[in-house]
């Protein structure tokens, strides 16, 4: 096999764009923590440092999951399926960039997000990917709160504490999880029903995971505008929010009305718009003063 596509194979093994809205994130805890911004080197390190452990999560959860990848139309390209890794060269790699983000974030910031991380790591690529994903169709709410970290892992990397505005921002991604995933899961519901993988729209039904998709968004609109609530975000980020949860929501009874699966797929993607959006928002209020 050619180096480059030796490369590749790795790279999609660490799911890129997964990690790359959780550096986002991460990034956006980090610049919303304090007001004077650390150094960009010391920024860079640490998101360095929270990537590879992210990345190490999910080439360990593809591990894991090769089988179930293998016969889903949506994982089947990844590399394990395709047979361009072995599994003992995954892992090797696995946990080898998994000790190495540990271990500069234990020696160049601090032990406190290396924990943190650590938590985040073991939750997502053990305890959802080996015992909740197969064990309630309730996973991905309770897995999902360590997909949620990442801008508490950002803020506590440059503040070396657990700050409730940190927190908060942790809420909101662990409120959105449900919606963005279970949307995807009605459109792939057969591929995990086949797998006898018990997501939501498997176990309960469609019209059910369209209700509690509906349900999940009105939570979610309303713990969006707690960021401007508790004073730490202003106006700029209301009206975002506002206006990003309105379309949301409009997405989600959208599809609560509709037979059409592709009205799920198109809330799945607005979904990680939202989110991506709404971090930004965040950084933008915090950067532009209205007087």
Known sequence: MEKMTLLKSYY?????NVVYMMLICAFVGMLLAEEAVSSFSYLCISLFGIALCASSAAAINQVIDRKTDASMTRTDQRPLPKGELSVMHASIFAMTIGVIGALILFFYVNTLTMLLTIGSLIGYAFIYTVYLKRATPQNIVIGGLAGAAPPLLGWSSVTNTIDPYAL???LIIFVWTPPHFWAL???RKDEYAKESIPMMPVTHGVS???????????????????????LMSGVIYLISALILSSVFLYYSLKLFYSDNDEDAMRTFQFSIYYIFLIFLALLADHYIIID
């Open 168 to 170: 908060l921002l942790v």
């Open 208 to 230: 059910f995971t369209k209700l509690q998709i509906v349900l999940y968004t009105i939570i979610l609109f309303i713990v969006s505008v707690l960021p401007y609530i508790v």
């Open 12 to 16: 999609a093994l660490c799911k890129p």
């Open 185 to 187: 899961a009605i459109y």
